[in-house]
């Protein structure tokens, strides 16, 4: 199957000429890509939500994050959300960020899905900016990065929802990202990559 916009041989192309612009973002090191992967592909994601979600999904009611639904268990995901999963998971995918983020320690897969799968925030939902967690509770492997590709169809600035990037001493938003469909955002996990949705969703 196909997932990607591009061709596979154009990948570390591509890796290369973003690097710089990667490592040099502010607040701290992190890129936007639209349009990476087929609509095709994400559409086919896209009919999980929102049913499966509710019937076997876990909401989080803290006061950091309220009316988020996650599931990341593999056994509970369609066969194409599993299937675009293993292609994030992949050599060649894990090869193109490696390249992206001049990251120098071989980068691994989480086949646990710790922190992944299928998020969403509901109507009047929110996450308050946070650092998350940069060690694996299992495998005891450092989380390097955090890659975000976003589902929403139509979506309009005034419904809220935009990623927020703050600076390390988390005083000030340095940058928002509005959740368009099909656009990805990778950053890089550390302990002051400070981020979050705090405005709550309206639509």
């Known amino acids: 199957m196909d997932f990607l916009n591009i061709k596979k041989n154009e990948l570390k192309q591509i890796a290369l000429s973003k690097k710089k612009e990667y490592i040099n973002a502010v607040p701290f090191p992190h890129i936007v890509l639209d349009?990476?992967?087929?609509d095709s592909i994400l559409d086919l994601?896209?009919?999980?939500?929102?049913?499966?979600?509710?019937?076997?999904?876990?909401?989080f009611k803290t006061k950091v994050e309220q009316?988020?639904?996650?599931?990341?268990?593999?056994?509970?995901?369609?066969?194409?959300?599993?299937?675009?999963?293993?292609?994030?998971?992949?050599?060649?995918?894990?090869?193109?960020?490696q390249e992206l983020t001049s990251i120098k320690e071989k980068l691994?897969?989480?086949?646990?899905?710790?922190?992944?799968?299928?998020h969403e925030l509901?109507?009047?939902g929110f996450l308050n900016i946070?650092?998350?967690?940069?060690?694996?509770p299992s495998l005891n492997l450092d989380r390097r990065l955090n890659i975000l590709i976003y589902l929403n169809k139509n979506w309009q600035e005034e419904f809220g929802g935009n990623l927020e990037l703050w600076d390390k001493n988390m005083t000030a938003?340095?940058?928002?990202?509005?959740?368009?469909?099909?656009?990805?955002v990778i950053?890089?996990?550390?302990?002051?990559?400070?981020?979050?949705?705090?405005?709550?969703?309206?639509?």
């Open 130 to 136: 946070h650092a998350d967690f940069n060690k694996h």
């Open 45 to 59: 994601v896209l009919k999980e939500f929102p049913n499966n979600l509710d019937e076997v999904g876990y909401q």
């Open 173 to 184: 938003c340095k940058k928002k990202i509005i959740p368009i469909f099909n656009r990805m």
């Open 35 to 38: 349009n990476f992967f087929k």
């Open 67 to 97: 009316k988020k639904y996650t599931l990341n268990k593999s056994s509970l995901l369609s066969d194409d959300t599993n299937n675009f999963i293993n292609f994030l998971n992949s050599q060649i995918f894990l090869e193109f960020v």
């Open 108 to 118: 691994q897969a989480d086949p646990y899905l710790e922190g992944g799968g299928l």
């Open 122 to 124: 509901r109507n009047d």
């Open 187 to 203: 950053f890089s996990t550390t302990d002051f990559s400070y981020h979050g949705n705090p405005d709550k969703i309206k639509c």
